[in-house]
């Protein structure tokens, strides 16, 4: 591939999927000035060049050589600040054993300033093979790090991990009292066990140096270009202040070469409210999107709010983190005020509850045209399966999630995984997908949600069949997760998620032709070249 920087971009040379109904596979493209200006045939995009004068010296031209080409990819649901953040803490994901998260520890607890916390990110009890698979506790950081404070998230991030160090400056003791929506975790005798779930984990935020705005401006600036090496322009990002106002100094500064869709936190919609702010509000790269709010926890930390306990768990069916009507009042309070909910929910019974505000709001938030969406949609009990379709409310899942957790789900769940990443009998019902990754939580590469999603198979091929195949989408139905999807939950349907004429010239070459791989191939796919607004960000 050759490319030079100019206002003019003329693409050829390889296969061009649009993601346009009514032209989805072209020979070249024009665009400029950041902007798609047609799209065609070879000889006809190169006369309409000519004629539009961008023979003269500023055309550029991106020779496919034979590659593909596809829109921009989206990522609908990223943990920005926490996924740079994760780059530079203890890696913890993927390790298989408790001795060697001990040994990070020990090692970064050993290396550790003074007065500095050693944080970690990822691990995974369930992945252990030196346990009983049961929760850690404090005594188990204690052994390796006594003097240090340690706080660890798990995977999900709704999951601290702690030893007594980080309890104790955190004022954490026998008397402390649970927070609503939270649970903290305690030995025999009810004595704090290091273990703090959901709102219980804001307890020791305040212990914890905060990072500092240049803190978190340097580390967009040195991990973000990650994100165009796997192919991603778009992320939709459910975080705070700290992370919104990094991403402005850089878009202030013309270096945020990402379109991000930021869901703000529920805790802060009445200042929103109070001072105008709405969704859409914003510039062309960084703008405000829906409130973000919970109900309920999480899969692997047993949290999610389910119909019927968890396997093992007699009388666990989760947690609900808001009370329901105190959800509803709060979304038509935002609806009211131009600002579209989002609603994380993993478990049948969240599910259920969030659907039912929802409907109970429709008529409002349908009026204004608004795309309300559940974040996650990870189990559903089957009778609503058809209602994302009828009420059109957003299912925004991830599908590397389906085969990252499916030992858990058939743990935890057994039979009830059957509507778990449901994502084939969501397309069914005519529900938009939006497509992301939860990163930190899991890689942010979208060419593995693809296949994810596509086969319901590890890239190693397992399980043969995929788990759960019927719910298996085409290539196409998992691409338009991550384009035409993620775009219409933004409201950006017709600018990003596609090559049309007017969409912004975001795009990413592929080493292969994802439409017509098979699955073996489609697991090789990588990206070639990511291109922002017709400029060329990252090439292989």
Known sequence: MRTAHSRWLLVHGGVIHTQDPLAPRVEALLARDGTVVATGTRDDIESLARHLGSHSGDQARLDLE???????????????????????RVALVGVTSRAEVLRRIADAAAKAPAGAWVQG???DHSLWDDTDGGFPDAGVLDAVAPDVPVALNRKDGHMLWLNSKAMSLAGIGPSTETPPGGVIGRDAHGAPNGLLFENAMGLVETAIPPMTHAQAVDLYRRHLPALHRVGLTGVHVPEGSRSFRALQTLDAADELALRVHMMLPSGVARDLISAGVTTGLG??????????????????????????????????????????????????????????????????????????????????????????RIEHVQVLHPADVERFGALGVVA????????QDMELVDRLWGSRGRYAYAFGSLEATGATLAF?????????????GIYAAVTRQRPDGNPDGGWYPEERLTVARAIAGYTTGAAWASGDEGVVGELTPGARADMVVLSGDPFTATPEALANIRVCATVFEGEVVYRE
Not at 396 to 403: M, R, Y
């Open 66 to 88: 034979g590659a593909t080409l596809i829109p921009g990819l989206i990522d609908a649901h990223i943990h920005l600040l926490h996924w740079v953040t994760s780059l530079d």
């Open 121 to 123: 990110w990822g691990w």
């Open 283 to 372: 510039s062309a790269r960084l703008k405000v999107g829906h409130v973000k709010f919970f109900i309920d926890g999480s899969l692997g930390s047993e949290t999610a709010a389910m119909f019927e306990p968890f396997i093992g768990s007699p009388g666990n069916v989760g947690v609900l983190t808001m009370d329901p009507a105190d959800l509803l009042e709060a979304v038509r309070e935002c609806i009211a005020a131009d600002l579209a909910p989002a609603i994380h929910a993993i478990g049948d019974r969240a599910n259920r509850t969030v659907l039912d505000v929802f409907e109970s709001t429709r008529d409002i938030w349908h009026a204004k045209a608004m795309r309300p």
């Open 396 to 403: 925004s899942a991830q599908p590397i999630h389906a085969t």
């Open 436 to 448: 992301g990754s939860d990163a930190p939580v899991e890689t942010p590469d979208p060419l593995q």
